[in-house]
């Protein structure tokens, strides 16, 4: 087995090195093609004349594409129609994203329609209260205690509506989204539309 000793990037003689630890070197990028070699028996040369060395750039390619074929061979095929049905009948649930594999677009979805659904519940259950107490307010003659419940539930009443016009933007948007899948063309290869 020979020893080699190689010229780094400073100009500076180093080794020995075997051959095993030479391939390690190309691998990683501390010798290039072009890097001037000589051996113990004083042979000069250039690294590229040495056979079965895989440079930082060919190992790196090969990796690469090991990779690519790896999530390829791991990811199935998906169905436009699938995609638009999810939209359509699980759109609120953010369905049709995780689908799509878009997962950070399936947890907005998710949290937003659980959250919209917690304040709807809410400030429903606040009005029901507020005229409940209104109408036992004036029921036994407190007619300032009701004009403040009242003030209070169009308070609540405010909230109720906020809450309505946000739920109906994130409606709208997902009604948006899903004309976008039926109409839009461009896809990502599978057949589901591109996110813009």
Same mark, same amino acid.
């Given at each position: 087995?020979?020893?080699?000793f190689?010229?780094?990037?400073n100009?500076q003689?180093?080794?020995?090195?075997?051959?095993?630890?030479?391939?390690?070197?190309?691998? +990683?990028?501390?010798?290039?093609?072009?890097?001037?070699?000589?051996?113990? #028996?004083?042979?000069?040369?250039?690294?590229?004349?040495?056979?079965?060395?895989?440079?930082?750039?060919?190992?790196y *390619?090969?990796?690469?594409?090991?990779?690519?074929?790896?999530?390829?061979?791991?990811?199935?095929?998906? *169905? /436009?129609?699938?995609?638009?049905?999810?939209?359509? &009948?699980?759109?609120?649930?953010?369905?049709h994203?995780?689908?799509?594999? /878009?997962?950070?677009?399936?947890?907005? *979805? $998710?949290?937003l329609?659980?959250?919209l659904?917690?304040? *709807?519940? &809410?400030?429903?259950?606040?009005? /029901?209260? !507020?005229?409940?107490?209104?109408?036992? @307010? /004036?029921?036994?003659?407190?007619?300032?205690?009701?004009?403040?419940?009242?003030?209070?539930? &169009? #308070?609540?009443?405010?909230? +109720? +509506?906020?809450?309505?016009? $946000? &739920? !109906? @933007?994130?409606?709208?948007?997902?009604? $948006?989204?899903?004309?976008?899948?039926?109409?839009?063309?461009?896809?990502?290869?599978?057949?589901?539309? !591109?996110?813009?």
């Amino acid at each position: 087995m020979a020893n080699y000793f190689y010229i780094d990037a400073n100009g500076q003689r180093q080794g020995p090195a075997n051959e095993q630890a030479l391939k390690e070197l190309a691998e +990683y990028g501390i010798i290039t093609p072009d890097t001037q070699l000589e051996t113990d #028996t004083g042979r000069k040369g250039l690294a590229k004349q040495v056979p079965g060395l895989k440079f930082y750039t060919e190992h790196y *390619n090969q990796t690469q594409q090991t990779q690519i074929v790896i999530s390829e061979d791991k990811s199935e095929p998906l *169905n /436009r129609q699938t995609y638009i049905i999810l939209a359509l &009948f699980g759109g609120w649930t953010g369905a049709h994203q995780f689908y799509a594999n /878009r997962k950070d677009d399936g947890k907005v *979805n $998710v949290i937003l329609s659980f959250v919209l659904l917690i304040a *709807n519940l &809410f400030t429903n259950e606040c009005h /029901r209260l !507020m005229e409940y107490r209104i109408a036992a @307010a /004036r029921s036994t003659g407190f007619e300032a205690l009701a004009i403040k419940f009242e003030n209070e539930a &169009f #308070t609540f009443m405010i909230l +109720y +509506y906020l809450g309505a016009i $946000v &739920f !109906m @933007a994130v409606l709208i948007a997902q009604i $948006v989204q899903i004309v976008k899948a039926i109409t839009n063309t461009k896809t990502d290869g599978s057949g589901i539309p !591109m996110k813009e």
